[in-house]
């Protein structure tokens, strides 16, 4: 799986990472999974095609709290909510890709988190 990983994360500034996400109802159903929207912008064509049927569509994010170290850990994969497997899920375009790591990044940076 491709991912964007971002460790070393202090107990403050993951538990307020994971109030922000929990603040924008992003909750996954397992707890520590957040799903990340898609903007309908950056869908591929066949996304665009399947939306009525798998849509809408995201990337996971899974926060994972360890002993001494805290990571947050991005999929690079774009899910459908409706269906697991289907043509339209697939790893992220280089746009979807860009989007969301900076989208992720300035998340970050406007909880003042240097990470």
């Known amino acids: 799986m491709r991912t964007y990983l971002i460790e070393d994360l202090i107990d403050d500034d993951f538990d307020t990472i994971e109030a922000a996400f929990n603040e924008l109802k992003f909750n996954g ?3 520590g999974i957040y799903y ?3 903007p309908e912008a950056l869908l591929q064509q066949e996304q665009k095609d399947h939306i ?6 995201f990337m996971a994010l899974e926060t994972i709290k360890g002993i001494d170290e805290h990571q947050i850990k991005l999929e690079l994969l774009v899910r459908a909510k409706r269906k697991i497997r289907c043509s339209c899920v697939s790893y992220a375009t280089t746009e979807q890709r860009e989007h969301m790591i900076e989208y992720l990044d300035q998340f970050i940076e406007e909880l003042e988190i240097s990470a």
């Open 29 to 31: 159903p397992i707890e």
């Open 36 to 38: 990340l929207p898609m």
């Open 52 to 57: 009525s049927d798998c849509g809408p569509y």
